[in-house]
């Protein structure tokens, strides 16, 4: 078993930054990829941004120039840091570990981006 735990939502203002984490810890023999999704009030989850094992990451469109995803291995935590928010990122962002032959989900953290 593997557990998510996720720290780092909260409520921010336009323009502003968070830093999302997301620490991994159980029975983890090899980590092929992190990454976070996120889900607003309405809509499907959507992607974030990921990371491989090697280091690869791989953004959505609304995300880059503006979020950076990162990963510490020997932590097997993964980050999210997020410049230049806007209300539209306002959502319940998810965690998400691939195994390989399993994935694992962490419990979201909301992230409020308002005035």
């Known amino acids: 078993q593997v557990q998510l735990v996720e720290s780092g939502g909260g409520l921010v203002q336009p323009g502003g930054s968070l830093r999302l984490s997301c620490a991994a810890s159980?029975?983890?023999?090899?980590?092929?990829?992190m990454g976070w999704y996120r889900q607003a009030p309405g809509k499907q989850r959507e992607l974030v941004a990921g990371?491989?094992?090697?280091?690869?990451?791989n953004y959505a469109d609304s995300a880059k120039g503006r979020f950076t995803i990162s990963r510490d291995k020997a932590k097997n935590t993964v980050y999210l840091q997020m410049n230049s928010l806007k209300p539209e990122d306002t959502a319940v962002y998810y965690c998400?570990?691939?195994?390989?032959?399993?994935?694992?989900w962490g419990q979201g953290t909301e992230v409020t981006v308002s005035s």
């Open positions: 159980g029975s983890i023999f090899s980590i092929y990829a």
């Open positions: 990371i491989t094992s090697g280091g690869s990451t």
């Open positions: 998400h570990v691939d195994l390989g032959r399993v994935d694992y």
